[in-house]
């Protein structure tokens, strides 16, 4: 079983910027390279979309065209963390955001839900004057 806790959201006005936590954790041997950890979000009324990914061991990055110039996926091993730093925040960026975690390479197939086997509860945003 992995364990996914996310936090640093809260209200922010547009044009300013957060940055998200994902503490990961797991069994006796677990080790964060083997995992691919997602964000997703979900507005209200609306479905879950992919916002980033950050891969394994090779610690490629993917960013949905939303995310692209405006956010950023990091990965700090020792801390077992993945962190996604949001600039440029917009109104439309509010919503729950959420990581998680998908066993080996997602490649190509890494905005899809059903790649991921855990979940964290999720933290919102909100990006209002």
């Known amino acids: 079983q992995v364990q996914l806790v996310e936090s640093g959201g809260g209200l922010v006005q547009p044009g300013g910027f957060l940055r998200l936590s994902c503490a990961v954790s797991?069994?006796?041997?677990?080790?964060?390279?083997?995992?691919?950890i997602g964000w997703f979000r979900q507005a209200p009324g609306k479905e879950r979309e992919a916002v980033s990914c950050?891969?394994?061991?090779?610690?490629?990055?993917y960013y949905a065209d939303f995310a692209k110039g405006r956010f950023t996926i990091s990965r700090d091993n020792a801390k077992s963390t993945v962190y996604l730093q949001m600039n440029s925040l917009k109104p439309e960026d509010t919503a729950v955001y959420y990581c998680?975690?998908?066993?080996?390479?997602?490649?190509?197939?890494?905005?899809?839900?059903?790649?991921?086997?855990?979940w964290g509860q999720g933290t919102q945003v909100t990006v209002s004057s």
């Open positions: 950050i891969s394994g061991r090779d610690a490629g990055t």
């Open positions: 797991g069994f006796a041997g677990f080790t964060l390279d083997d995992y691919a």
């Open positions: 998680a975690a998908g066993r080996g390479w997602l490649g190509i197939s890494w905005p899809y839900r059903s790649m991921y086997d855990y």
